[in-house]
């Protein structure tokens, strides 16, 4: 037996969490926002809601109905070896964005973004902690760095990401739109190694 004011696992308890995940993102942030607050706010068992999602992750990018698992996305980059993270987290993330499936849905976050504080703060929890604060947190130079000093890194990283975004998919740069995904790897992917690099130190570390 459920417990008394519970939903039962169903059809309508998915959209049920979801519901509940877009309202508690928007109240406490992405960075406050727990599975099992929102379990609380959807009125089910906080095991449904790994059993519909693996993740908070996952969960914020169904809400901002963006068609990409981010957590298998971050696997996949931290697949290869350590001096390849760099070139590989661009290519994923290009691969992502050329996708003809997702690409409208994330140009319309971004576009929203811009005008959104509320979203702008809960896209910042989900970069820091989720996306590029992953793979700071897993890549073995700068897994053991301090708390400041990852938190920069993973900025700088997201600063990278986020020019392309603009520059690609928004404002839509000709040398940008008509170069090769492995031509912007080319490019950028050194530059985002160098940041993941022990030698590298950040002025007043």
Do not use: C
């Not at 004011?5 to 519901?19: C, F, K, L, N, S």
């Not at 760095?145 to 392309?164: C, S, W």
Request: charged residues 20%; positive net charge.
């Amino acid at each position: 037996m459920s417990p008394r004011g519970r939903r039962p696992a169903g059809e309508d308890t998915r959209a049920a969490i979801v519901a509940a995940a877009a309202a508690e993102f928007a109240t406490s942030g992405y960075a406050g926002s727990s599975l099992r607050a929102i379990a609380r706010r959807a009125g089910v068992d906080p095991r449904l809601v790994h059993h519909y999602f693996e993740g908070k992750s996952a969960l914020f990018a169904e809400v901002m109905h963006v068609p990409v698992n981010p957590a298998a996305v971050i696997a996949q980059v931290m697949s290869g070896p350590p001096e390849a993270t760099g070139a590989n987290l661009l290519r994923a993330f290009l691969t992502v964005w050329d996708s003809p499936q997702a690409q409208p849905a994330l140009v319309a976050l971004v576009r929203t973004g811009l005008s959104s504080e509320e979203l702008v703060d809960q896209l910042r929890g989900f970069v820091e902690r989720d996306l590029i604060g992953q793979v700071i947190r897993k890549h073995p130079a700068t897994k053991g760095l301090p708390a400041k000093e990852r938190r920069v890194r993973a900025g700088l990283i997201a600063t990278q990401m986020l020019g392309l975004v603009l520059a690609r998919y928004i404002v839509r740069m000709p040398g940008i739109v008509e170069s090769t995904s492995e031509e912007l790897v080319a490019h950028l992917g050194p530059i985002v190694q160098g940041l993941l690099d022990p030698q590298f130190v950040t002025p007043g570390s």
